[in-house]
């Protein structure tokens, strides 16, 4: 269905069932699904949230200042792509970490053109550090890269397994939808993204998939068997 995709993870599913740290069996379960759906063809670019290790907003709270705590969620997102590569590699896939600024040698600073070489050749790339840029979250990264790089779509991998009329953890009475546009989306106030995300995915015609990562088989379910799998938000 898709040649090529965008795969935004949230720093909380890289933490496993704590939501917090690196989870060495989620690691090993998410690079297996990703070689698996790179070396059948589809090539897949990844976008790491960082909220397993710091998240910027969410410090201010604590006495941190927005735009260096910004910093700190950014150099998350790196340590969870390298973590993520190394994995990836061992399914034996190319991965190559790129950053949204120069991070030399840690990692190669991105370049649109070098990331879609990459995943022409069968590799995974995985573009970290956000947009670069303070106030910007990954969400608004992930849609930013998935237009840069031509992505036919975005994929949203979580712990839930779609968009909800509420919190399906609070309310066992919550209602998934299968279907949503980004309109009814924003009507409804369902947080599938924030406002600057919806913009870019809406202006650019980007079908977001929001689906449950955590579930062993989802991304080939998705990718390779056209089964049905989470939620998907058109424009």
Not at 142 to 155: K, Q, S, T, Y
């Amino acid at each position: 269905m898709y040649k090529r995709v965008l795969l935004k993870l949230s720093g909380e599913a890289l933490g496993g069932e704590s939501g917090k740290g690196l989870d060495t069996p989620t690691l090993k379960s998410f690079a297996a699904q990703v070689a698996a759906v790179s070396r059948a063809g589809v090539q897949v670019a990844i976008v790491n949230g960082g909220g397993n290790i710091f998240r910027g907003l969410q410090g201010t709270g604590a006495g941190f200042d927005r735009v260096d705590g910004d910093k700190m969620g950014m150099l998350a997102t790196v340590i969870n792509s390298l973590a993520l590569s190394m994995f990836i590699k061992a399914e034996g896939v190319e991965a190559k970490v790129f950053t949204a600024t120069p991070m030399e040698p840690l990692a190669k600073y991105y370049m649109r053109d070098d990331a879609v070489e990459v995943l022409e050749r069968g590799g995974v790339a995985l573009i970290a550090g956000g947009t670069g840029n303070p106030f910007f979250t990954t969400d608004s990264g992930a849609a930013l890269r998935a237009l840069e790089i031509g992505a036919d779509a975005l994929l949203k991998g979580t712990h839930v397994d779609g968009v909800y009329d509420s919190d399906p953890a609070k309310n066992p009475d919550a209602v998934k939808y299968e279907t949503l546009t980004f309109d009814e989306a924003l009507e409804k106030h369902l947080r599938v993204m924030d406002q600057t995300a919806y913009a870019l995915c809406l202006d650019g015609k980007m079908p977001v998939v929001v689906f449950d990562m955590s579930e062993p088989g989802n991304l080939e379910r998705l990718l390779l068997h056209g089964g049905k799998t989470g939620t998907l938000v058109t424009p």
